[in-house]
């Protein structure tokens, strides 16, 4: 997916991520970000080890995690997501290795998801989750361009995304850093 939508660099204070309205309106109208396509779990986001003893520490007990190739399409859309990262991508995740992923129903579902969203905790949440629909790019705050999802539609920018979405620019900064640091990378790609 495309990053869009660049935010002001000023940071507003942070405060924790919260299931925001726009989410749970989102759900009722489109799929969410919580569903993919099936046969296209190759775009799922990998769970770092740290994440996965967060899952099974604070998650419920019903699995949801699943071992998954590094298929070319898998290296490929990592590579996009982290053009700076390369070398350090081939060596934790190499050509004919598996990665962890949250695990998929047969509609696409993600196993964590219940009817009235994720079950797991907003700590136990893998990162990526936590993010979505914001990136960072070189220091900079995007969004991905995401059609179905409502924030992206009636915000149309980060900056009116970010109080959509109940966070702020700092809070995106920081869990961004956080998850690049779980795969041992710098917290910053710049």
């Keep these: 997916m495309p990053v869009t939508r660049r ?5 507003a204070a942070p ?4 299931d925001a309205q726009v989410c749970a309106r989102c759900a ?16 799922c986001f990998p769970v770092s080890e ?8 604070f998650g419920p007990s019903k699995g949801g995690l699943t ?17 700076r990262d390369k070398a350090h991508l081939a060596t934790v995740f190499p050509h004919h290795g598996e990665h962890l992923r949250l695990a ?16 797991l905790t907003r700590e136990a949440r893998p990162y990526y989750c936590r993010l979505f629909p914001f990136w960072v790019s070189a220091g900079a705050v995007a969004a991905f361009d995401v059609k179905t999802c409502l924030a992206c539609h009636e915000g149309r920018t980060v900056m009116k995304m970010l109080p959509l979405l ?25």
């Design 166 to 190: 109940e966070t702020t620019r700092a809070v995106v900064l920081e869990l961004h850093g956080r998850m690049r640091m779980a795969w041992g990378m710098a917290p910053s790609d710049e």
């Design 50 to 57: 740290i994440e996965r003893q967060r899952i099974v520490e």
């Design 28 to 43: 009722l109208v489109n799929p969410t970000c919580c569903r993919l396509t099936p046969g296209e779990e190759d775009l």
């Design 104 to 119: 998929t129903l047969p509609d696409g579902s993600c196993t964590f998801l219940g009817p009235t969203g994720c079950v």
């Design 7 to 11: 935010s002001d660099p000023k940071a």
């Design 15 to 18: 405060r924790p991520l919260a």
């Design 67 to 83: 071992g998954s190739p590094n298929s070319k399409s898998f290296l490929d859309n990592l590579l996009r997501l982290f053009p």
